[in-house]
């Protein structure tokens, strides 16, 4: 990784974290919008760099978690699931990130039996609502910001080295 990417990892793990701490009410447990989780949509712009710095976010961010230090393993899943908005960037942007917000809800809900004794499916169908607003609907909002703003500084798709960038609309005159 270079210097930016390192950096980048740094600044958007201390801003996910930030967000869950700032915003614990509607963070965990079984109703949830884990508003951090908007900050998914920048994986297929900025490629590993999120990756990494979101996974971390995770970890960091639930060390103030309800359900003690089981939710630290969290970052697993969400690894995973950011992987899975990276790999399935091309084809669908709005898929990665439904992929992402089913597996990690998934998680949840099993962490959510495991340690609270709360039902799976009725806490799956209840994480997973949060999700898809935050991780679906507000990740896919960044994606479309961070894919005008940040893609020419990124050097186009995900970071990748000699990738261009999105030629700009044509303006009309």
């Known amino acids: 990784m270079r210097t930016r990417d390192v950096a980048a990892s740094g600044a958007l793990a201390a801003l996910y974290a930030a967000l869950v701490v700032a915003l614990e009410p509607i963070s965990f447990l079984q109703v949830q919008v884990r508003v951090a989780d908007a900050l998914t949509g920048l994986v297929p712009v900025m490629g590993w760099p999120a990756i990494v710095g979101l996974t971390l976010g995770t970890l960091i961010g639930n060390l103030v978690s309800p359900l003690g230090p089981l939710d630290l393993l969290s970052a697993v899943p969400e690894f995973f699931g950011l992987y899975a908005v990276w790999i399935l ?3 669908s942007v709005p898929l ?4 992402c917000a089913a597996a990690v809800s998934a998680w949840v809900a099993l962490l959510l039996e495991v340690v609270l004794g709360l039902p799976y499916l009725p806490s799956l169908a209840y994480v997973l609502a ?8 507000g990740g896919y909002a960044v994606y479309l910001w961070a894919s005008r703003a940040l893609a020419p500084l990124w050097g186009g798709e995900g970071g990748e080295e000699g990738a261009r960038a999105p030629a700009p609309a044509p303006t009309q005159t």
């Open 130 to 137: 949060g999700s898809l607003v935050s991780t679906v609907a």
């Open 89 to 91: 960037r091309r084809r």
């Open 96 to 99: 990665g990130l439904s992929v």
